[in-house]
């Protein structure tokens, strides 16, 4: 094997040195027959002459070009794509002329230089090797130049613009996004707008800035472990916790002298804890130090994985949308880039996780059924029937037959001691509309393949609790009414919440489409900024940063 892997790295070696002899013998010719001919003639013989040296470039190194795409297209078929691209141009250079790099070689290079304020790694697009060749004028090294600056724009665009983690062959086509960069007639105007372009990926990239700013003061000092902290006590870490905030900006430079903890510390000690997902008590314990020993690097790769997360999703969230952070169990409805209402929410549960996903709400049922799912009618319905015959009818949950003769059954006639699972399954149980059902007064239905979509409950005292994941996947929302407030403001039918209320109250459904359906974005962001600025790092209800982080940083 190693010697195999000699020969070819001499064979390829051989085959540089002969591509260079003949790039520059073609080179010398020219160079002489120049001297006699007209400038025109001249610059293009010489444009000739990088054209050869590209034509051999593409077709002999496929396997020096920089590390492929992530979900990897293989070398070979980097060579195809490679060689489509530059057949759109007779395989004439793109970005540099004899002369040396144009102008927009030089835009693309600045934009591959500083793609670390979008969060990724200019090493990823070989800027360390286009710099070396950027005063080059030898049409061989010219010609490596401007491949290098073709593969390394496609790779970022894709990477901007969909994401590091998505899948290049079913999202991404190489030669479209090069014809579309050649059009277009302002180019540093189309690679600015590449990325998401809304307020929630733009405050990460703000709060990378600022949090790397920090970082080139030094890493902060851990905070050692100790006795829990109470409002009141002297203790020696306390200076160290007051300078942690001061360096997050989480602490108002009136109380940055204090030597014990002083209830005018308190204010800041509760939004700390918010900002990290910890139950806000005022106490500074374990899992607060914790949260204030987390090291400055782990939190910048935290703001990167979830600009990653916004790359992944559609850029575009529309002018009016709702927008479902599980993480931090909250729902906010946006018009025009501001929040016009807020509210806690309930998700599921680790073993019954939202899916992430984008949808549109198509109709509001108010006053709804609830047709059970068969997975909670066999899981959870069926064994409280065997304790319980009369367990549907106290709960207003009616039984059907199914298939060609189905009906209502009389659920308090079966001897549910012997129905199994899978005689459970072909009933159908559904709920009567309500104060006892389970999907409260109002459901907003969605169109998705998970059967997710947002309800009301019963079940109000949920929402004071701290975390709130422990639904079956569906989402609770804790202001049912004024989410079909905001939902309907807009239809030519005009309604109120009186009016809504008015309909709630009468015990009659009425299922009210849109005729232009409402964009709802479910999503898992363990940071993100608030209205007034605050940089919140999260909690990670389902454990899915460490999976991200080991894709993206584990080089």
Known sequence: MRRSNQTNQKSCKTTQI????????????VTVAGLSSPPASYAEMRMNVLTGAIKEYVESHPLSLPASF????????????????????????????????GKKAAIIFLYLSKSNIEGLDPDDYGVTRISDLWRARHPQLLAELDILLTFNLIQYIHDVSFGRLSDVNKAFDPVASIEQTLSVPDLAGYLAGLPPSHRHYTELKTALKIYRAIEKDGEWPRIPAGKTIRPGDLDDRVPAIIHRLARSCDLDSKVSDLTHYDRSLIPFILQFQTMYGLEPDGVIGKKMLAAMNIPLSRLIQQIIVNMERWRLRQHDLGKKYILVNIPNFNLSAFDKEHIVLDMPVIVGGFKYQTPVFSDHIRYIDLNPYWNIPKSIAVNEELPKLKKNPYYLVNKRIRLFSTGDNAGELDSTSIDWAGVSQARMAQYRLRQDPGPWNSLGKIKFVLSNPYAVYMHDTPQKGLFSRFRRDFSHGCIRVSNPSGLAAFVLKDLPEKWSLEKIDDIIKSGNRRVITLPIPLPVHITYQTVWVDKKGNIYFNRDVYGRDEVLMKALFNK
């Open 70 to 101: 992530k979900h990897q297209l293989s070398s070979n078929h980097q060579g195809l794509w490679l060689a489509d691209i530059y057949h759109l141009t007779g395989l004439r250079p793109l970005w540099v002329t004899p002369e040396g790099p």
């Open 18 to 29: 002969k591509i260079l002899a003949k790039a520059w013998i073609l080179f010398v010719v």
